[in-house]
């Protein structure tokens, strides 16, 4: 379904006045907000009811805006991002000084990726600034695929907006490495098999 511009118009409101809005990804419905509302973030675990020492992983409207989120950046992570970005990989980098620690969750690593789901990239870049995505669903239930699932699993509290983009496809989601260390380390398998990138990349990533 392609994007609906005066929901993602409303939805990207949301965000910027502080608020918190359910939407999807390219496997399942993520949680996002501004990295600029701590407040905001930490209501994020209170919807989810999940402990605050889990770091909230990002989206990028684009690679320009790991400049406000990262120290360093690896030349391997480039080639990385630029083989499977935008997608379901997402990268933990060195975190610069100052990022909320609700981000970080204290760990001074910062997990980032850009969606390729054509609804999200929409959203954030209507924002212009980086968004949190973890999953919509309380600690330990299954993935929300559609925004009645939403509704029926995070109501008490709810997100302030629901973005209906329709049923997301399910599955694994996004896999996680970690390129702040050498060698580079599998943090969570997921939708993409490490074999493919270390096939594509000719690199070895440790388990």
Known sequence: MKPLMNEIKKAAKTIKS?????????????????IFYPDTLERIFQIKKRDDDKPLLLLLPDTTHLDILVSHIPKIADEIMRNFWPGPVTLIFPA??????????????VGVRI??????????????????????????????NSAEEVRENLFDPA??????GG?????????????SVDPLRLVR???????????KLNIKISE
């Open 18 to 34: 502080g608020g918190i809005i359910a939407f999807p990804t390219e496997t399942s419905y993520g949680l996002g907000a501004s």
């Open 115 to 144: 969606s390729s789901n054509p609804w999200a990239l929409a959203l954030i870049k209507e924002v212009g600034h980086p968004i949190t995505a973890t999953s919509a669903n309380t600690a330990g239930t299954e993935s929300c």
């Open 96 to 109: 610069k000084i100052g990022i909320p620690w609700q981000i970080t969750a204290k760990t001074n690593k």
């Open 159 to 164: 997100p302030d907006y629901i973005l209906d």
């Open 189 to 199: 398998k997921g939708a993409i098999d490490i074999k493919t990138i270390e096939e």
């Open 167 to 179: 049923k997301t496809t399910g599955g694994n989601p996004s896999t996680i490495i970690d390129v």
